[in-house]
Structure formats: C-alpha cells, structure tokens
C-alpha cells in the first residue's frame, strides 16, 4: 500500500452511527494528522497525534496510532449528515522532514438522515 | 478563529500564461506552504517556505514554479507559463513551528484552458 493509504475508500452509514476510518502507510513517522475535505473545497484539521501517542479524543472524534502496525484508525461517533465529507490521513515523518505531510487517498463519507 | 485565506477562489488562465496565486497565512505561524489536488487524486505537496526562503520542494516544484513572502502577510505561488496539466485546486497552509498542526486555505481552483 501507499504511504498514508485509507480504507475502506467510501464508508456509508445512518445518522447516529459510527463511522470507523483506517489509515496505514509504510515509512517513520513524527506525527499523523487527520484532515476533513468537503466536496471541492478546503482541508479542515481536525487532529494531529503524535508517534509517542496512542490515542486522542476531540469532541466526537476518536484517533489511535499504532505504530508497530504502522497504522491510525479515526472513529467519528454518533455520527450526522453534515459529517459527510471525505476524510484523509497526513503523515510527517522524519526522511522527508518535518514540514512535508504526505497525504492518503481517502476515505469518502456519507451519512444519510 | 484565524485562518488561511486564499484568492482568487477560481482562476481561468490561457495555457502558458502567468498565474499568481495569493495566501495570507496565520499571522504568527512561521512556515507556509504550497500543495496542489488534482480532480480526483491526493492532495501532493510542492513547497515549504520558511525563514524567507524554500526549506523543502518536491519533483513537482520544477522551474516554472516559484514563491514568495513579498511583505510581512503574503504568501504567493507563482506559475510561469502555465500547462494544462497545472489545472488542479492549490492549497496554501501554514503552521506555528514544524512538525505542528499544519492548516490549510480553501483553495484556488485553477483551470488551465
């Protein structure tokens, strides 16, 4: 797989739902970032992790990172149609340097009413 | 809550015409940069920009590229002649210190016809 791959590519669920995203990608890394993309528009940060982390909470927002495994995971909870989006994964990591994220292909959400 | 801005939002240019895509970035984040999307592809890193000059650009950034901070909040990326395979969102973001939450602008859309 590439570096900073998600699956499953397309997820659809029902309002209220979780929705469970995967990311995995192959090199070191310093940190992982969690981007959400509505349809032709900008990327909304959402959460950053740090290799030296396990897991981290935002709101409704649940990322975990192995890094054994080489592999992040984003859980959205109780999930609502205005989180329909497509949701990447960006890693920094130390052969490229810090400032270069490396973005997967994403996974596209969609959450009907 | 400050925030990356971008403009144009949307740019026509006649292929190998000059384009200056312009980012005011967050006014005490440090690095800057440039990505670009392709319709349909991942989001590709061109350039970083720190300490008033390019710290790190990829394969993409070749000659026909270039950027620049010409006063104390703008950030430019300029195309020289451009190409039809230049057609593609380009996002300027910025972060406080490296290896830190990088955000993102909402994008040009430049369409190269």
């Known amino acids: 797989s590439q570096q900073g791959e998600e699956d499953p590519q397309a997820l659809s669920i029902q309002e209220g739902e979780n929705a469970t995203m995967n990311c995995s990608y192959k090199?070191?890394?310093?940190?992982l970032q969690w981007y959400r993309q509505n349809s032709g528009r900008g990327l909304v940060h959402l959460i950053l992790i740090r290799s030296n982390e396990r897991e981290k909470h935002s709101g409704r927002l649940r990322v975990t990172l192995d890094t054994s495994k080489k592999s992040s995971s984003l859980l959205i909870t109780a999930s609502r149609a205005a989180d329909t989006a497509s949701y990447f994964c960006?890693?920094?990591?130390?052969?490229?340097?810090?400032?270069?994220?490396?973005f997967g292909t994403g996974t596209r959400l969609l959450v009907s009413p | 809550e400050p925030e990356v801005t971008q403009t144009p939002s949307h740019q026509v240019t006649q292929m190998g015409q000059e384009v200056i895509l312009r980012c005011v970035p967050i006014?005490?984040?440090?690095?800057f940069y440039w990505y670009r999307q392709i319709l349909g592809q991942k989001v590709e890193f061109l350039v970083s920009f720190y300490n008033n000059e390019i710290s790190e650009k990829s394969e993409i950034f070749d000659d026909q590229f270039s950027v620049e901070r010409p006063d104390g909040s703008n950030f430019t990326l300029k195309i020289r002649s451009t190409k039809l395979e230049d057609s593609a969102m380009y996002f300027c973001a910025s972060s406080h210190r490296e290896g830190t939450e990088a955000f993102f602008g909402q994008g040009t859309r430049l369409t190269v016809v």
């Open positions: 006014s005490n984040h440090l690095y």
């Open positions: 090199t070191s890394i310093n940190n």
């Open positions: 960006a890693t920094g990591n130390m052969n490229t340097g810090f400032q270069k994220l490396v």
